[in-house]
């Protein structure tokens, strides 16, 4: 029985080889969008991210706002720009600007006065795109610090808040509604603040103290925890991850059909008039799929590693099992494909719709992490979510072998299932 | 020896093979002729173990044929009707997998592959890609493709559809060396002029049932005419008398058809002059003579008053 069955499985090898369309499916598409999502996602950590687009419209042109709009401007994730009010309201709802910083005329004069005193507070304008409110979150954290640094440094160090700070003193000094005590602290605490003025605007010392404004009490030191210390997060592993995933299905998609069409072509009367058993007909089917499908997952990972440094950083053996068991649910499916329609035409649209859907619930194209809680629980039924995550565990996650057991066994219990409903389908008997 | 014994077969409330039964001794040509969706493709398929008869059995050489991996199924060679070969491979790499489907590797294979493509005069294309083939080609390694195990018993379901009248020449000469090296040959086809010429035996088979089981002369026996004499006449028909004519030795049948004269005889040789002399002797001189046989067609009008073509 060796020699039929080797036979078998060699054919479909040899086919797959001179299938020019089969190569492309296997190898170049995947590679080149699982290089673009790579690229996209962040590649091996050193790609500059988009700029976000702001407008600044400057009604007021004091000290105070010119030093906002210059901070904003030295932000590196922000691309800044003047604009007009109606232009900066006009590109916004177009799109070609995320968000527009209004700073009003007098608002460097209030936010003076409101700095050291309960006067009302000024408000600056942003108008945002309501498709990037992630964005404009990120803008109102900028300007927040921005808006507290410029004011501060003008309060303590320039001409406009020495005059703010005298009127600030002359309205503590007249007001009947303060408490005596406080009074006097108030008094005391912007004297001081007077003084520092004087001498800072004196000496022209403009680096010292607070001249530079109040500044954050802090910084982040940020750190990617990765595999290993030093290890960066590596956008390529996930999205080749992906794109083997979706591919090597659509290989278990052209198994199927090829079924179909060897039916439909006489073949499979020529293999079924030959003394083989059913085992050895569909299992040299299940064997040679299996092995292409491993074979292609292999080589797209190859090609992430030389490429783009994607690195098994967990257990190899853990990453060949998870490739192994994802082949082999891959042969599955596609022999289940074999049994659900009568032609391959009507076959083809359906599973690659059918396809389609589990690559996405499965993270394939976007982490599954970002899916809604609910979805994340959902999805443990399809198998493209085991594979991404065992994908992943053993990428750039840098598990150990342990971490690929969940999802080799959840890979082999689908491959049971879609062969055995494979067999139990079956047309054994059709003539045509 | 094939031999198959009321076979029934039925999809749904439909049957396809109704009772079917038929015996192939070695070296015998049997041409299982019918129109379409008679049943023959059906029966072939059960035979070759395709498709399980509902009643019925099929015996290769005694034995009954069981299950998918019976042994006895290397008797038999099925050639499909469809051409039943992989395109991107080379006929070459065809014909290896369709040797190994037998358990046949190695030299033996090699040797197998050269007999079979020289037999169906293909051995300078053997490293060719088989898309790159004629459709004549491709019939004749479709072929060969069942000849590699070399089985006792070939089963051919419409080898020639869709071949030029050259390929299929070629194919009736490659069956009948196959016929003289003592293989069984059950012919499945619904051209009559293709029984005709390779046939000792023809079944013919209509709505599932067998119809008729003889050598071609005890099929013609079964007709009332089997030679038929066109007389185009001089003068027309004018004034001629068909019932003194009918009544000649020998004569079975005379009508007239416009101009022509159509006289069923026995034995064409001798009664072919006494017809025509008598027509001179009545006054009516002929200008041009033309003699048929009876076809399978015929015979298949005769029994069932249908056409073949047209069933």
Redesign the interface.
Known sequence: MM??F???V??DI??FL??RRALLMSFAIPIAIGSFFGFVLGGQGQTDTARIAVLAVDQDRSAISREIVTRLTAEKSLEVKPATPDGARAAVRKGSATVAVVIPANFGQQAGRAFFGPQQKPEIGVLYDPSHSAESGMVRGMLAGDVMQAVSKEMFAGPSGRDAVRQSLAEVEQSQSLAPNDKKDLENLLGSVERWNTRSGRSGDSQAGLSGGLTMPFTTREEAVTANRGVKYNGYAHSFAGMVVQFVLFLGIDVGIGLLQQRQ???W??????????G?LLGSRAVSASVLAFFVVLVNFLFARLVFGVRVEGSMAGFLGVSAAFALMTAGFGMLIATLGKTPEATRGLSIFATLIVVMLGGAWIPSFLFPQWLQNLTVVVPTRWAMDGFEAMTWRGLGAGAALAPIAALLAFALVFAGLAVARFRW?A?G | MLEVRALKKCYGNVVAVDGVSLRAGVGENIGLLGPNGAGKTTTVSIIAGLLRPDSGVVTIEGRPLAGDADPVKRQIGLVPQDLALFDELPAMANLQLFAALYDLDGAPARRAIGEALDLVGLSDRARDKVRDFSGGMKRRLNLAAALLHDPRILLLDEPTVGVDPQSRNAIFDNLETLKQRGKTLLYTTHYMEEAERLCDRVVIIDHGKVIADDTLPGLYRLLPVTNLLAIELENGDDGLLLEPLQSLPGVRSAERRGGTLRVGVRDLAAETPRVLQWLVDQGHPYRHVVSERADLETVFLNLTGRSLRDA
Request: hydrophobic share 40%.
């Open positions: 020699v039929p080797r036979a078998l060699r054919k040899r086919l001179v299938d072509r006489g073949l009367k020529r293999f079924r008039a030959a003394p083989l058993s059913r050895v008997e003539e």
